[in-house]
């Protein structure tokens, strides 16, 4: 079982998940994270550090989330890994709550 990132994330991005992931499981594209199935080893450290509240076990991720559980998995597999902490967007915190995001995803 993986965890996944959702919707809040979008445009948001900010990476304190990252530090705290000990098998690297997350990919970064231009603005939103992805933990790949593959890599995540469950151990579940990463969800409170995510200042967005955006990332959830794959069996617990918010009915109308389900499309990033594959989402996740695909783009992990095209995305480069991110290891470090990076600046969160200037606008991140405007945009953290703002429902229906997946519009703005930039792949």
Same mark, same amino acid.
């Given at each position: 079982?993986?965890?996944?990132?959702? %919707? =809040?994330?979008? *445009?948001? *991005?900010?990476?304190?998940?990252?530090?705290?992931? #000990?098998?690297?499981?997350?990919?970064?594209? #231009?603005?939103?994270?992805?933990?790949?199935?593959? +890599?995540?080893?469950?151990?579940?450290?990463?969800? #409170?550090?995510? #200042?967005?509240?955006?990332?959830?076990?794959?069996?617990?991720?918010?009915?109308?989330?389900?499309a990033?559980?594959?989402?996740?998995?695909?783009?992990?597999?095209?995305w480069? =890994?991110?290891?470090?902490?990076? &600046?969160a &967007? %200037?606008?991140?915190? +405007?945009?953290?709550?703002? +429902?229906? *995001?997946? *519009?703005?995803?930039?792949?």
């Amino acid at each position: 079982m993986a965890f996944v990132v959702t %919707d =809040n994330c979008i *445009k948001c *991005k900010y990476t304190d998940c990252v530090a705290v992931c #000990p098998a690297d499981a997350f990919f970064a594209g #231009p603005n939103f994270l992805v933990i790949s199935p593959t +890599a995540c080893i469950d151990c579940g450290l990463c969800e #409170p550090e995510c #200042p967005a509240q955006a990332i959830y076990q794959q069996d617990a991720v918010p009915p109308g989330q389900e499309a990033f559980i594959e989402l996740n998995a695909e783009l992990s597999e095209i995305w480069p =890994n991110i290891t470090e902490v990076q &600046p969160a &967007p %200037d606008d991140a915190d +405007a945009w953290n709550g703002v +429902a229906d *995001k997946l *519009k703005y995803l930039q792949t």
